[in-house]
């Protein structure tokens, strides 16, 4: 690695994605290549000599750029965003220019210590309770997604339980059971399957309409009740604040007390709606959290940094580690036998780690609290606004589903916007979720201006 050559390639790389976000907005947001469409382009084999930055910038326009669908462009409603910043990609450039695999504090002390300080930061921001503090019996940690906090927890609640039973001699993995709602997003599904709980032992608890799509009490402790009847045990509840397909939000106190009764894990995933939780008006979504072991949300959605970021507190890191702590004569030290530090690869996965903490740091840094504030407002006001003019037009009242699915394929063929789709008690819904960081109110007028000129061409189609 040549400093000077990485310099004068580095501002070649800068520049190129300067232009790209100057021009972000004249590309189709969702991409429109035909399967095979680089595999059949690019070379068969590597290749053997070295090429120029240059050239390679060139494909990179060529090829690369009419296959990506653009999660940046202001156009972007699609799942939920993954929105990036100034300060998070100079973040990704320190992080990945130190390239340092702070697996343990001796590692890289630097790591591991803005880790820590990072996630205090975010608990106070949050509100979360004391107990999930470092300096009480809990912590934080950064995980890549919020399906690696799932299988984490899923694991320091299964280790918790089968020590609790496991005197009792009948005890085995067949009988622990999942419960959630059937607005889980669906990688706590893989996540139980990967720590070894079946299918059959994941209750997707029913929810309705008229519920708002939130998980009840009553219907909880339905499931519960006839699974310890049947001799099975009560493991893990996961509670959602947010949910994907609604942002419906569970109501964590009751669900808590219910969880309680059974000595339950209770984990709270708060993957996209927690960042709106900085905001003293919106943090009432949270109360409650303090009756559960664990909560996550990721960063990668709303908060202005890029993937991969979910944050993870527990209320007792000593669930964690004892379930994922390894100690390898290669990696013996003063340090972590001190017990004075942290050592991140107990609370995780992998033994390697990116040094997220930088990114966060930076994003916090960059924007501070008051702008961190101001752009969820930003973005919670113009769904208000956009949700406003919906309720204000008799076309969307009551409309066929099967135009509905017209309509989105419609919309995003423009180009123009992207947006995706769920299905609830059999309707088929689009979904406009607001986030993207470029997103202004002049994006969502034209959202609107498209939303009714396609469905009221659809309408009229559907009328002849
Ligand atoms: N939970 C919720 C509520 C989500 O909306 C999503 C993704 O959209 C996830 C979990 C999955 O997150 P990850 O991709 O970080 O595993």
């Known amino acids: 690695l040549d400093p000077e050559e990485f310099r004068r390639q580095a501002h070649l790389v800068v520049d190129f994605l300067a232009d790209y976000y100057s021009n972000i907005e004249k590309y189709p947001v969702c991409s429109q290549v035909k399967p095979g469409y680089l595999t059949e382009t690019m070379p068969k084999s590597a290749p053997m000599q070295p090429e120029p930055i240059e050239n390679i910038l060139q494909d990179v326009q ?12 202001p156009g972007f409603f699609g799942y939920f965003q993954s929105n990036g910043s ?52 809990g912590g934080g940690v950064i995980h890549g997604s919020t399906c690696e ?8 609640a299964r280790e918790k339980t089968l020590n609790q039973f496991g005197t009792k001699g009948d005890m085995n993995l067949g009988k622990l059971v999942v ?28 929810t309705t309409k008229s519920m708002n799509f939130v998980l009840s009490s009553r219907a909880l402790s339905r499931a519960i009740e006839s699974d310890v009847k049947a001799g099975l045990i009560p493991l893990y509840l996961c509670l959602t604040v947010g949910t ?18 059974f000595n339950m894990w209770v984990h709270v995933d708060a993957a996209y709606a927690g960042s709106a939780c900085i905001c003293p008006e919106f943090r009432h979504f949270l109360d409650g959290v303090e009756g559960t072991n664990s909560f996550s949300f990721n960063p990668h959605k709303w908060f202005l940094t890029s993937l991969d970021c979910c944050c993870l507190w527990v209320k ?50 960059s924007y501070g609290v008051s702008g961190l ?40 063929g423009t180009g123009h916007v992207f947006m995706t789709h769920t299905v609830l008690e ?17 994006h969502i007028s034209m959202l609107w201006d498209m939303v009714q000129n396609h469905a009221s061409a659809l309408l009229a189609k559907d009328q002849h």
């Open 86 to 137: 100034t300060g998070n990609f100079l973040g990704e450039m320190l992080l990945t220019g130190f390239n340092m695999v702070g697996f343990n504090w001796l590692a890289s002390p630097a790591a591991t210590e803005l880790e820590m300080v990072v996630m205090e930061w975010l608990l106070q921001l949050l509100q979360l309770p004391k107990s999930f503090s470092f300096s009480s019996d």
């Open 179 to 206: 419960y959630c709602s059937d607005q889980t997003h669906f990688s706590l599904q893989k996540a139980c399957l990967v720590v070894g709980i079946s299918p059959n032992n994941v209750r997707a608890v029913p």
């Open 373 to 412: 504030r101001e752009y969820i407002r930003k973005h919670v006001k113009m769904a208000k606004d956009f949700e406003a003019l919906l309720c204000a037009n008799n076309n969307f009242e009551v409309v066929v589903p099967r135009n509905f699915a017209m309509l989105l394929e419609s919309l995003n």
């Open 316 to 365: 007792d890191r000593n669930d964690l580690k004892k379930a994922l702590s390894t100690d390898p004569e290669l990696l013996k030290n003063k340090a972590s036998e001190s017990k004075q530090v942290v050592d991140y690869k107990d609370w995780q996965i992998a033994l390697s780690r990116r040094f997220r903490a930088m990114k966060l740091w930076m994003v916090i840094r």
């Open 62 to 73: 060529k090829h690369i750029i009419p296959g990506i669908t653009h999660w940046q462009s």
């Open 426 to 442: 059999g309707v088929y819904v689009i979904r406009v979720a607001i986030g993207a960081t470029l997103t202004d109110d002049k």
């Open 244 to 261: 994907t397909p609604t942002t419906a939000v569970d109501p964590l106190e009751d669900l808590c007390e219910v969880a309680k009764r």
């Open 149 to 156: 906090s799932f299988v984490c927890t899923l694991i320091a």
